[in-house]
């Protein structure tokens, strides 16, 4: 069996031993996603570029502490979100520091009024706009289920909090997400 027939965890314990190709497979099959899910919770490309590679910096780093108690994607975003996490920390520091003051205003409400029939790409640039807003663990959280499809179980594994915790986080993150673009709770039938 070849390198590329190899699961992530087999190629994780290979370049934990060593094994050069086993690692730069893992950056192949990961480089895309990775870029994808820093640049969402990071909403910029050279933060995304820096923070993605930094992961696979500590992948190569720690690959040999793999034991395998989850699984490798759910392992490798851990790492991922939390460099994103931690960079986004540092920058609102500096931020407050120096800049003014700044209040986030909610997006107006007839910018997604139905009667404007926005196009597809334009609802999903509102919507992706209003996630940037949202409070950084909600929108780890909405990225990770989202975007990359993960599950409750996974997401908590990754964020390093309980299940319920992340079903916090989604809920107020979906209760943000509709006062930041003016929507409504959908009627009851």
């Keep these: 069996m070849d390198n590329q027939e190899l699961s992530d965890e087999a190629l994780c314990a290979r370049a ?10 893992l950056v192949e099959r990961y480089q895309a996603r990775a870029y994808r899910t820093a640049w969402l919770i990071l909403r910029n490309a050279d933060d995304a570029r820096d923070i993605s590679q930094e992961a696979f910096v500590r992948l190569y780093e720690s690959a040999r502490r ?4 989850a699984r490798f994607s759910t392992w490798f975003h851990r790492i991922l979100v ?3 996490l931690d960079h986004r920390r540092k920058w609102r520091v500096w931020r407050l520091r120096n800049e003014p003051d700044e209040e986030v205003e909610a997006l107006p409400a007839e910018a997604v009024d139905p009667v404007d029939a926005l196009d597809r790409e334009q609802a999903l640039k509102l919507l992706w706009d209003a996630v940037e807003r949202l409070a950084p663990r909600q929108r780890a ?3 990770l289920m989202v975007q990359e499809g993960l599950e409750t179980r996974e997401v908590a594994e990754v ?8 079903r916090v986080h989604l809920h107020r993150a979906v209760g943000a997400l509709r006062k930041l673009i003016g929507g409504r709770p959908n009627p009851s039938p």
């Design 82 to 84: 939390n460099l994103c």
């Design 66 to 69: 793999f034991r395998g108690e």
């Design 16 to 25: 934990g031993a060593g094994d050069e190709r086993a690692f730069d497979l």
């Design 141 to 143: 959280a909405v990225v």
């Design 159 to 166: 964020l390093g909090m309980s299940e319920a915790t992340v």
